[in-house]
């Protein structure tokens, strides 16, 4: 007796993970099969569905008023379209061989089996907590979910002192920085690399490191934390590295996170270098027909490099959940790969890459020229004109566009995806200087500054 | 006996234009090749070189402070660096038989022939003036040139009222509005189709038509300018349509500008069916080895309709410049073509479009489909998300992207750039689903508009 047949000729498409990438791939298979033909099941093992992770810094510093804007969907808008979102479930073992997990109460304990037709994996990822004395302590916050932020909302409502330590100075390290320079706290970045913004070649973090210092941040570099030390009331009091110790009222972790795998491990699913779900274009697990995985708990192929890589990202697992949904639900969709973009700012400073760095370029085996200039976002004698520093890398010989670096004031990011876009394609350096890009005084200057670094490395890589 | 010959082995390459095309082919050609090699002498027969056009709508609204921030590089400063630029000095023949172009000196008369070796033909355009009575009137202006833009400022301060008219409700007509409007105008803006900016399609433009009027400036559509009615002193009193009168203190004309060819056209070079000369990829005049022409004055390529189109910004006329400097200087570069990206704000409105309008995929015979989808510029609950509505055109069957619009807020306008970077590398629309774009809660929401355009109209084209 096949399982569906159980269920009266409906398939059914079990979803492990409420977030982004679960949720995305549920609604998108409920809009192509109706409820008559597929039966929806989803487990959620926390208190909130479909939010905004990466929203979480902004309500943390202010400038969202209130948590729930950061939910997309609620668990009951999920359920009032036919999709049996299970919140505070987790599952606790995946039985590919039978085609069935099985899921606990988070609050009672009780456990029971699911069966399932197609399967999706969507379980996120974890934050790195340092192995240290004090990580744990009263007033040491991790950001990555909904629950991290209210209780870091607390303690900054409960904190007498005005000093916060920021471990890692990433995406997450830098906008938490900002979010407590927002609530009025002296702000340390203690950061293990030689320069913020690990992301980014050291000679573009150094800009950030100086824009952090203008600030009014205090940036550590080349210093790891070894230990978290409390006070009488248990509550954390400073933050030690090797050489130095940082007193600090509040401490903030941002150090980044692993994909969340070892249900999947578990299961006998393929797992990749970086530890995380291997996929095919359909987003199906590697060898399993009706499995698929996506979002924070799986490699993505990097398009550029040829190599697989792991960059949790919540517009990764907005598509990666669209892909699932239309396959599981009978549709075609494909996820490429990625170039590797990613935007962030710092209060006024706009900070973004594409492509690969320079040590990218290099363990994959490419030959490289960079060059690096200064521009404006606007027109030199338009108002607002604020300095912006591009850095592109491009293939020796055959000039093929490999990365771009930007680091400026407003309007400088999203210009990174002219590059996205031109990885994508597999642009040259020199065809890129012909782009036909939106020109007027208040948008640009006559060359674009991206223009303006393909130029220069257009003559680096083909002299005349 | 050769002419390079009589100059002691040196080439002599000749610039008709000292603005950007011009200038900017003078100095690229002068970075590769020294004097001892090339001697560069330049015409113009106006005051000023190397300027911003698109900046006199910035100058005249306030915005910049003053005429010389326009200037990129003085005469003396061309000279400084071994270009021979004549300042008020009209090239009045092309003596392509001979090599030679005659020259006259504005003020004294004087004429002159000047042979050539090498021959750049920057022309410009010029702006169309209607041919209706009381059009010359004082208080009627046009705003091409920086002496243009001198006088308009000269009668914006010396004007009693505060009534004025724009003609033409394309870039500069609304810029002008806009400059206007800071000058503390009440402006109505005259206009001959359905809606403002007929670079958009109607539907587009109608946004556009409701933001001017949330703006305070009256927009009459459908409308075209029949006479200029004069008071007792002579001096604009009113604008006249057929059906309407519009009293006017000041009068901009912003309809627009033709190739200036005449010159090239008395020499027998070939123009096009806009009337701007024609060019292979190398910016050489079709069937000339040695005469290049770039800017305002020629047409070019437009890599979507694969037809000749005119399109005078400044933007295509630095690269044409560049691309004609590095030939004539002994390199080698082209210039592929354009896809018709543009981009304009009035006020906090942004305006901006790339490849071809309804109107033109149906001129050229492709068949396609449309769609037009609502967003934010950032994450919904980031501060500042504004409204933007983006349109796109793929092409049937092959779902090929063929084309964007979008009107909207800060942040709106220069996406397009990401339409223009995939319309050069021919994208579908179904590819750009996948684009690895810039997010995070200040630049986009987690599907950047653009993507959630794409998306929709890979189901338009492609059912599932």
Redesign the interface.
């Known amino acids: 007796m096949s399982m569906s047949g159980a269920r009266g000729g409906r398939e059914r498409l079990v979803v492990i993970g409420g977030d982004?990438a679960g949720m995305s791939a549920a609604s998108q298979a409920r809009r192509?099969r109706g409820p008559g033909e597929l039966e929806i099941v989803a487990f959620e093992r926390g208190h909130f569905s479909s939010y905004?992770a990466?929203?979480i810094p902004?309500w943390v510093g202010g400038?969202?008023a209130e948590r729930d804007?950061?939910i997309a969907r609620t668990p009951e808008e999920h359920r009032a379209r036919d999709i049996d979102l299970r919140m505070r479930t987790e599952v606790t073992e995946i039985d590919v061989a039978r085609g069935r997990v099985r899921a606990r109460d988070v609050d009672s304990g009780d456990e029971s089996w699911t069966s399932y037709d197609k399967l999706v994996i969507a379980t996120g990822a974890r934050p790195i907590r340092p192995d240290m004395p004090g990580a744990d302590a009263p007033g040491v916050h991790g950001v990555q979910t909904l629950d991290d932020g209210q209780a870091l909302l607390d303690s900054l409502a409960h904190t007498r002192g005005r000093r916060a330590v920021v471990v890692g100075a990433g995406?997450i390290g830098v906008e938490m920085a900002e979010a407590l320079i927002n609530r009025g706290f002296e702000v340390t970045v203690v950061n293990r690399g030689k320069e913020p913004m690990s992301t980014l070649d050291p000679d573009m973090g150094r800009l950030v490191h100086r824009a952090l210092e203008g600030l009014g941040i205090t940036m550590v570099n080349n210093a790891e934390v070894t230990k978290v030390h409390t006070g009488e009331d248990g509550r954390v009091r400073a933050v030690a590295t090797e050489d130095a110790e940082f007193p600090a009222d509040l401490v903030v972790l941002g150090i980044g996170v692993r994909p969340q795998t070892a249900l999947a491990e578990a299961a006998g699913l393929p797992l990749g270098t970086h530890r995380g779900l291997l996929t095919d274009l359909a987003m199906r697990v590697r060898g399993h027909e009706n499995i698929w995985a996506g979002g924070d708990c799986v490699e993505v192929l990097n398009l550029v490099s040829g190599q697989e890589q792991y960059v949790p990202?919540?517009?990764?697992a907005?598509?990666h959940g669209?892909v699932i949904g239309?396959n599981a639900g009978?549709?075609?969709a494909?996820?490429?790969?990625?170039?590797?973009?990613?935007?962030?700012?710092v209060c006024d400073l706009?900070i973004?890459r594409?492509g690969l760095r320079e040590k990218d370029a290099h363990r994959v085996g490419l030959r490289y020229e960079t060059v690096t200039i200064e521009s404006t976002t606007r027109?030199?004698?338009?108002?607002g004109a604020s300095p912006m520093t591009v850095k592109m890398l491009a293939e020796r010989r055959t000039g093929r566009l490999l990365g771009v670096q930007i680091v400026g004031r407003e309007?400088a990011?999203?210009?990174?995806?002219?590059a996205?876009?031109?990885l994508?394609?597999q642009?040259t350096v020199e065809?890129m200087?012909?782009?036909?890009?939106?020109?007027?005084?208040?948008?640009?200057p006559?060359?674009?500054p991206v223009l303006v670094a393909a130029?220069k490395a257009t003559a680096k890589v083909r002299p005349?």
Chains 1, 2 share one sequence.
């Not at 494909?334 to 700012?345: D, I, N």
């Not at 027109?379 to 108002?383: E, K, L, N």
């Open positions: 982004a192509l905004s990466c929203g902004y400038d969202v804007r950061l995406y990202l919540g517009t990764h907005n598509k669209q239309t009978g549709g075609y494909t996820f490429p790969g990625v170039v590797g973009t990613a935007v962030s700012k706009e973004a594409t027109a030199g004698y338009y108002p309007g990011a999203k210009r990174v995806d002219i996205a876009v031109a994508t394609a642009m065809q200087t012909a782009l036909d890009l939106g020109y007027a005084p208040p948008f640009s006559v060359w674009d130029r005349r």
